[in-house]
C-alpha cells in the first residue's frame, strides 16, 4: 500500500461546471477525511466517514457539495454548480481513528474555477 | 473555525540553527498534532502529543504540551535546508467541540532554512 492516492492532481473547470475528485484511503484505515485549503491558511475540515458512514459534516458543506464512501472504501467528493470560490486545494486523509493516530494525507487535488 | 494559531507566521533561519515554532488553542483536547507541508503538497504527520504528556521526543523533533496555557511548541534542531517547509499544528478537541476525532488545524508557520 502506498499511501492515500487522489485522482486528478489538478482540476481546471468553467464556473457553472461539475467537478467529482476521487479519493483512495490506506486499506486497513477505517476512518475517512476531506479538508479543503486555500492559500496561507490550514486545512478546514468538510466531512468525514467512518467505513461508509458520513458521521460529520462542516457548514462549510453546502448543499452544492456531496461525498460518498460506498463500501467503505474510496470515497469522492463531489461540487455541483462550481463557483470562484471554490478554487482550493482538496484534500483527502485517512486514519486508523482511535485517538492515538495521525492522518495520513493525499497529495490533493488542486481545483481552479475560471 | 481555526482554533490552532502558529507563532511566528514566517521564520528564516540559517541551517544549522535550531528553529522553534509555538501553537495556541482554546479548548480542552485529546491530543495535538504537528504536520508538515512542503509547496504544492500534502500534509506529512511529524508527532502526536496526549493532553496527559507534557514532552515528546522524534529525532531532531522536540515537543512540549501545556494543557494549562493551552500550548504547545515544536522545535527542529540542527536545521537542514530539506526542513524548508510550512508546519502546522492540529488540535483533536474533546466533546463538545470534537469527539468525531475531527482535527482542526492552524494557519501554519513556514519556515525557511537557508544553507
Known amino acids: 500500500d502506498t499511501g492515500v492516492s487522489q485522482d486528478p492532481r489538478h482540476k481546471i473547470t468553467k464556473r457553472g461546471q461539475n467537478v467529482t475528485f476521487r479519493c483512495d484511503p490506506i486499506?486497513?484505515?477505517?476512518?475517512l477525511y476531506w479538508y479543503r485549503q486555500t492559500l496561507g491558511q490550514g486545512p478546514e475540515f468538510l466531512t468525514y466517514?467512518?467505513?461508509?458512514?458520513?458521521?460529520?459534516k462542516s457548514r462549510l458543506l453546502s448543499d452544492r457539495f456531496s461525498a460518498e464512501r460506498p463500501k467503505g472504501s474510496f470515497s469522492t467528493l463531489e461540487i455541483q454548480r462550481t463557483e470562484q470560490g471554490d478554487s482550493a486545494m482538496y484534500l483527502c486523509?485517512?486514519?486508523?481513528?482511535?485517538?492515538?493516530?495521525?492522518?495520513?494525507f493525499g497529495s490533493g487535488t488542486r481545483l481552479t474555477v475560471v | 473555525s481555526q482554533q490552532g494559531e502558529e507563532d511566528p507566521q514566517a521564520l528564516s533561519i540559517q541551517e544549522g540553527e535550531n528553529a522553534t515554532m509555538n501553537c495556541s488553542y482554546k479548548?480542552?483536547?485529546?491530543?495535538l498534532q504537528w504536520y508538515r507541508q512542503n509547496s504544492g503538497r500534502g500534509l506529512v504527520h511529524l508527532i502526536l502529543?496526549?493532553?496527559?504528556?507534557r514532552e515528546k521526543h522524534s529525532g531532531r523533533l522536540r515537543v512540549t504540551l501545556d494543557t494549562s496555557k493551552k500550548s504547545s511548541s515544536l522545535l527542529i534542531t540542527a536545521s537542514r535546508a530539506a526542513d524548508t517547509a510550512s508546519y502546522f499544528c492540529?488540535?483533536?478537541?474533546?466533546?463538545?467541540?470534537?469527539?468525531?476525532?475531527?482535527?482542526?488545524f492552524g494557519k501554519g508557520t513556514k519556515l525557511t532554512v537557508n544553507p
Open positions: 486523509a485517512s486514519s486508523l481513528g482511535g485517538g492515538s493516530y495521525g492522518y495520513t
Open positions: 486499506s486497513e484505515h477505517n476512518r
Open positions: 466517514f467512518q467505513n461508509e458512514a458520513q458521521l460529520e
Open positions: 479548548t480542552s483536547i485529546n491530543n
Open positions: 502529543i496526549r493532553s496527559n504528556e
Open positions: 492540529a488540535t483533536d478537541p474533546r466533546p463538545p467541540q470534537g469527539g468525531s476525532e475531527k482535527l482542526v
